[in-house]
């Protein structure tokens, strides 16, 4: 077997009693490596990463350590190579936080050796870069549970290891210090070459700084690769069971999880509201779903492909006019939108940017209110802002105000103007029984 692999992972099986946690896992880890591992609670994350640490010998199946079984290798030479950051770090005696960080470097001493110079220095650059120096006198009991994760992420960096091992490392960390965290793991992978794998439980972090991941689920692997590969709607609704979509980060291309809201699917119901929303550039993301989840039938034109406003309607299956990408509106999308409005009991022009692609979908509203149909249009007190066609959309739509078309502060007001909608219909149903 080659050795060039920092760990190969080969039918590996670990039970706790009847449990099975681990079911016939095989995986390859080359050096350099940034792994990610995801996965629902109770998928086997933390009993993979026990296994890989040696703190958890498989009941079937071995663990090889740059070609080597893994268990016979001494725990101290493993030490020397290996660092392990684990998700609750319990501490019952009263150390300061820089003896701590200092334990990091008992495997490279030798029996009675005390640390010298060199070891300080890199004590505290450890600390430093995990931003817990300033708490070097401090007893670490008095912690709270953020700070303590930064001492114990200092005292692996003080082993200056080859490999580390995070069981949740920002668990509990704000957003700015989980984000400190990854960065110093990502500099450090990139920088030093330091093979890091890590469970990390919010998949948009996985995403954005794994260079590859795995992702448990009853355990065993049911997928692995690139974070674009691994983080799919279809996946995740496999192994989460949940309703997601997939866009891609507008800078790094990386995947970006949205989780959609839950639907309330209310059938042939006489107060069942047909809405139709005219956007586009994002516009009507959220409120496509929070319209769903009141049992409103949405439907949305023109978009372009691509749009993100395109990306929410498609997840959420919602009736909706395309056009091709970065394509002005066609005769054809605008017959179509015109129609999809015309079903709908009301029409809602959204705070969206207008140019001459799209001005077609101001114009719609024209023929609309024409027939008496309920239009409304979002903010129009700023609508100069959104306007990119030398005011072209600004004059058609201050003429439509004059021929009904009604304005509205914001998109809550969407809302209050579809409940009353809605609720003048239920009367109009009663009255009818």
């Known amino acids: 077997m080659s050795d060039s692999l920092v760990f190969k992972v080969h039918g590996v099986q670990c039970s706790y009693g009847s449990h099975q946690a681990l079911k016939g896992v095989n995986l390859n880890i080359a050096p350099g490596s940034f792994l990610g591992i995801v996965g629902p609670n109770a998928a086997g994350k933390s009993t993979l990463l026990k296994t890989i640490a040696a703190t958890l010998k498989p009941t079937l199946g071995v663990v090889f350590f740059h070609g080597e079984d893994l268990n016979k290798i001494s725990r101290l030479d493993l030490a020397r190579q290996l660092a392990v950051v684990p998700q609750e770090t319990e501490v019952h005696f009263p150390f300061t936080v820089l003896e701590v960080v200092t334990m990091g470097r008992h495997p490279h001493l030798k029996r009675f050796e005390r640390e010298s110079e060199k070891d300080f220095e890199i004590v505290r650059k450890a600390m430093e870069s995990a931003d817990c120096w300033r708490l070097r006198e401090r007893n670490i009991l008095e912690l709270s549970g953020g700070e303590r994760q930064r001492v114990i992420l200092a005292k692996a960096l003080a082993q200056e290891p080859q490999i580390i091992l995070l069981d949740e490392p920002v668990a509990h960390l704000d957003l700015s210090a989980q984000l400190e965290v990854l960065n110093l793991l990502q500099e450090m992978n990139s920088s030093q070459g330091v093979t890091v794998i890590a ?98 039938h949405v439907s949305v034109g023109v978009v372009n492909i691509q749009d993100t406003d395109w990306e929410v309607a498609r997840a959420l299956g919602i009736d909706l006019v395309e056009e091709k990408p970065f394509s002005a509106i066609s005769a054809a999308s605008y017959k179509a939108n015109l129609q999809l409005a015309r079903d709908a009991d009301a029409v809602f022009l959204l705070d969206t940017p207008f140019g001459w692609g799209n001005i077609l979908n101001a114009q719609v509203l024209e023929p609309l209110l024409a027939s008496g149909k309920a239009c409304y249009i979002v903010d129009p007190n700023h609508l100069a802002d959104r306007d990119y066609t030398g005011g072209e959309a600004v004059r058609t739509l201050s003429g439509l105000r004059e021929q009904g078309l009604y304005p509205l502060p914001d998109q809550p007001a969407v809302l209050k103007i579809v409940d009353d909608i809605r609720k003048e219909k239920e009367g109009q149903c009663r009255d009818r029984a």
Do not use: W
């Open 199 to 296: 469970i990390l439980h919010d998949l948009n972090l996985a995403a954005q700084f794994s260079k590859q991941l795995i992702m448990l689920h009853q355990g065993k692997i049911f997928k692995a690769g690139r974070p674009q590969d691994v983080l799919t709607a279809e996946n995740i609704k496999e192994v989460y069971n949940t309703d997601v979509m997939v866009i891609r980060h507008p800078l790094t291309g990386v995947p970006q999880i949205v989780i959609l809201p839950s639907v309330d699917k209310r059938g042939a119901n006489p107060s069942f509201l047909r809405v139709h929303l005219i956007c586009g550039g994002g516009a009507g993301g959220a409120l496509m779903g929070q319209l769903m989840r009141i049992g409103c």
